[in-house]
């Protein structure tokens, strides 16, 4: 059984400065996930990151980035196997550089450090 990734992407970045200033915040991000079965051999990812302003919990920015990456499948026996990597495996690939990405963009566009909380992948719908 091998995988291999194919394509990693940003597919949108939108950030809105929402000017609060010296107020605190908690950190609550949502995740969304989108699989999509390109072929019997390959599949596609979507994986979006929102960080938005409530009434309950102000924050410094609206943000919303989406990430595609593509993973393409060699000698995995059913379709079964294939989607428990999708829903598993290739998030955890994607969530490092997520992390990663999501800080170098708060930090280049003049705001603190933004560090995304540890998550169980498996909760992401």
Known sequence: MKITNTL???????LHNNHLENQKYKIVPKYKKQIDKLSDDEYAIKLSIILESTVENAFPANFSIIFLAKFKFEDFPNDQQKMAYMKT???????PIARSSVNS???????PPLFLPVIDVT???
């Open 89 to 95: 495996g290739a998030i955890q690939f994607m969530l």
């Open 8 to 14: 990693f992407k940003v597919e949108s970045i939108t």
């Open 123 to 125: 909760s992401i719908n």
């Open 105 to 111: 963009i708060f930090t280049s566009a003049l705001f």
